[in-house]
């Protein structure tokens, strides 16, 4: 844990502080340290990371069809652990998200 939070502290990038991230609840997981509802709420604040890496102009990433399955994911968590103010949120999110797609293949969740 200290590893991470080390290498936070160091971090600017929206996306490095979100992937970043991503591997601490990956191993909190595995190593049972957070609940799923835990890993959840972390998960929101990945969100709001990758969000900032495309809409902010500085940072100029794009969004993938993957930044719209992790919101539809987040949502149906959301949905679960019946946070409903929550469920809105994240459908903002996705329908900007699902706006803001720039990749044109077919996909399931498009």
Not at 40 to 57: D, H, K, M, S, T
Not at 78 to 91: G, K, L, Q, Y
Request: hydrophobic fraction near 40%.
């Amino acid at each position: 844990m200290q590893k991470y939070i080390s290498q936070l502290s160091q971090l600017t990038h929206p996306l490095q502080i979100a992937d970043t991230t991503t591997w601490l609840i990956s191993d909190l997981l595995r190593s049972n340290s957070i609940s799923v509802y835990e890993a959840y709420l972390l998960n929101a604040e990945i969100l709001r990371f990758n969000r900032a890496g495309y809409i902010q102009p500085a940072w100029s990433c794009n969004v993938r069809i993957s930044s719209c399955l992790s919101l539809l994911n987040q949502t149906l968590l959301a949905t679960i652990f019946r946070e409903d103010s929550a469920v809105i949120h994240f459908i903002n999110w996705a329908k900007e998200a699902y706006h803001l797609n720039r990749e044109k293949r077919d996909h399931y969740i498009l």
